[in-house]
């Protein structure tokens, strides 16, 4: 039988390297995910503490042209608007834009990142291999790194949608306020309004942040979904290592069996590696006793390298062809 009586069409155009095609494994993903409207309502919860920071400075600025140029009583006392005004912003410099907004913004986030993830992991991956769609993409010329590639990819957008995205509107929002935020790395220092680095400094840092939690939390997600596939064990598991790991790692530690029991704590090591991005000498905001910032990162990079070969050990594992 001739190939024009099978109808056969021969592709006309160009051949693309394997690599593009990440990102169509990506997308596909990401609009299966979009097509969710739990997923929109989790964003939506998610962007309240974006909304709370952003809408904060305003607020503080409204408080400050508002109050009346006569003494303030407070029971007893009397006090001028404009000692308040300072009182106000020194105890609330978390909405200052310096360092300490991103990061807490960062540290806050967490929760909303990790409900948000719970969902989209069996979305993006584990039907995949419910539903053995895995063998689809491996029979296509592509290599398994491609198809592991994609999936990070496109769990990488779902963090940067909720953390990366509203930190640069935040950082942008500040800087127009005075563009001296933008260009001097001393703003926070001759402003006498903060501490840390502004200008570009500020948004390596915020950068530099978004990417640690990018590259690993997407990798662990990708991971954690390809071995348990559906949504319900995929909480219990993510609960477990985001919060009892936590809870566990601090009972050690006040029991005086050691601060290097911190470094279990894969959110803490998380939030090291971003308060060093974000130019913090040390991690202080959480508990005393931290680990470095190397000793952090390496325990994230070794976790990272055993995903990696699970991974490889689990797409070698699915059958092609019967």
Known sequence: MSVQL?????????FGRP???VWPIARVALATLFRRRLFWVLYAAGLLLFLM????AYLLDWVETMLPATPIKIGKLSTEPERIVPILRQGLRILNGSQ?????????QSSMVMVVLTLAGSVLVGDDFTHRSLGFFLS???KRWHYLAAKCLAAGVVINLLTTLPALVLFAQHGLDDWEYFTNPSFFTRTGTGNGPAGWPLLLGILGYGCALT???SLLLVTAASWLRRTMPLIMVWTSLFLFVRLLAGMLVDLKYGDRWRLVDMWNNLCVVGSWCLGFESYTMGPAGQPTFLEASLVLTGVCV???IYLNLRTRAVEIVR
């Not at 300490?100 to 806050?108: P, R």
């Open 100 to 108: 300490e907004t991103f990061m807490y913004f960062f540290i806050y």
């Open 215 to 217: 590259v690993f939390l």
């Open 6 to 14: 099978l109808h056969y069409r021969a592709w006309q155009g160009t």
């Open 53 to 56: 920071f952003f809408f904060g």
């Open 19 to 21: 690599l593009w095609s």
């Open 140 to 142: 296509k010329p592509i």
């Open 306 to 308: 055993l995903c990696l």
